[in-house]
């Protein structure tokens, strides 16, 4: 079992940076594939970036070049860096496994990211 809080988010102005952190509980973390997943007002979720136990990643076009996914095993952490921020970055950002978010399982309550104009 893997469970996991969202911390990080907040208001930002265009052009910004945060830096997202998913603390993950659970016996399997440094074995799953994680990803980070946004829900912008009024919209579906829609996945951000992915990573793998081993470190591979893979992003949406969208943040590709701006938003880097990274991992701490021995902390059970996933971070994701949100550099040269834009208002269509506004959203609720979540973490979760790609297996559990596949089935639409075991969301958490996510962390807000708003970016002004």
């Known amino acids: 079992q893997v469970r996991q809080v969202e911390s990080g988010g907040g208001l930002v102005q265009a052009g910004g940076s945060l830096r997202l952190s998913c603390a993950a509980s659970?016996?399997?973390?440094?074995?799953?594939?994680m990803g980070w997943y946004r829900q912008p007002p009024g919209k579906q979720r829609d996945l951000v970036a992915t990573?793998?136990?081993?470190?591979?990643?893979n992003y949406a076009d969208s943040v590709k070049g701006r938003f880097t996914i990274s991992r701490d095993n021995a902390k059970n952490t996933v971070y994701l860096q949100m550099n040269s921020l834009k208002p269509e970055d506004t959203a609720v950002y979540y973490c979760?496994?790609?297996?559990?978010?596949?089935?639409?399982?075991?969301w958490g309550q996510g962390t807000q990211v708003t970016v002004s104009s």
């Open positions: 990573i793998t136990g081993g470190g591979s990643t």
């Open positions: 979760n496994t790609n297996f559990n978010a596949a089935k639409n399982y075991y």
């Open positions: 659970g016996t399997i973390f440094s074995i799953a594939t």
